[in-house]
């Protein structure tokens, strides 16, 4: 009896070639990272080795670090610390792409700030506003939201030199206004 989804039902297709590509992909990914953990635990088994043989040459021959003598607690404690320390940096590579994107995002926005517009530019000569800046019964709404008005009968006079606060909830159009 064959599965209805069995080889034999995909014999007629391409699919077959797309699966066993998909296994050749797998089968060295799966390679790949048996090597590596392989690796990752041989180091931290010959880390291990390394810190009990140091240790025990240090305990050994009573070698004194600042007039104490080596306990064999104090040796598994630094054995665990760099361990730990290791694991934890080990951690770290992974937010690397997110530091990375961070960095850039942070150069893109101070260069956008630092950038100078044409109105005031960087010249040394400064633009000044002259006169008033008037709004006289004001409506106004988005061409894709006309059921809601974003401004109705706004009025409101800018005096030139002074600053001018617009404040109001979400959604009430002071972006609209500027």
Same mark, same amino acid.
């Given at each position: 009896?064959?599965?209805a989804?069995?080889?034999?039902? *995909?014999?007629? +297709?391409?699919?077959? !070639?797309? @699966?066993?590509r998909?296994?050749?992909?797998?089968?060295?990914?799966?390679?790949?990272?048996?090597?590596?953990?392989? &690796?990752? @635990?041989?180091?931290?088994? /010959?880390?291990?080795?390394?810190?009990?043989?140091? +240790?025990?040459? $240090? !305990?050994?021959?009573?070698?004194?670090?600042?007039?104490?003598?080596?306990?064999?607690?104090?040796?598994?404690?630094?054995?665990? #610390?760099?361990?730990?320390?290791?694991? @934890? *940096?080990? /951690?770290?590579?992974?937010? $690397? !792409?997110?530091?990375?994107?961070?960095?850039?995002?942070?150069?893109?926005?101070?260069d956008?700030?630092?950038?100078?517009? +044409?109105?005031? %530019?960087?010249? +040394? %000569?400064?633009?000044? *506003?002259?006169?008033?800046?008037?709004f !006289?019964? &004001?409506?106004?709404?988005?061409?894709?939201?006309?059921?809601?008005?974003?401004l109705?009968?706004?009025? #409101?006079? @800018?005096?030139? /030199?002074?600053?001018?606060? *617009?404040?109001?909830?979400?959604? %009430?159009?002071?972006s609209?206004?500027?």
């Amino acid at each position: 009896m064959v599965h209805a989804f069995g080889r034999e039902k *995909l014999e007629g +297709g391409n699919f077959c !070639k797309y @699966l066993d590509r998909t296994k050749d992909v797998q089968k060295a990914a799966n390679f790949s990272q048996s090597i590596g953990h392989g &690796v990752l @635990l041989a180091t931290i088994l /010959g880390f291990y080795a390394y810190a009990f043989y140091w +240790g025990g040459y $240090l !305990k050994w021959n009573g070698l004194e670090n600042r007039d104490e003598e080596y306990t064999g607690g104090s040796i598994i404690q630094v054995m665990f #610390c760099v361990i730990l320390g290791a694991i @934890l *940096l080990g /951690g770290a590579a992974n937010h $690397l !792409k997110a530091i990375t994107e961070a960095k850039v995002a942070g150069k893109v926005a101070f260069d956008t700030v630092e950038t100078c517009s +044409g109105v005031n %530019s960087c010249s +040394g %000569s400064k633009a000044s *506003l002259v006169g008033n800046i008037e709004f !006289k019964s &004001v409506s106004f709404s988005y061409p894709t939201r006309k059921d809601q008005q974003v401004l109705k009968d706004f009025s #409101c006079t @800018l005096e030139a /030199g002074k600053t001018t606060a *617009l404040v109001g909830p979400s959604g %009430s159009g002071k972006s609209t206004v500027v």
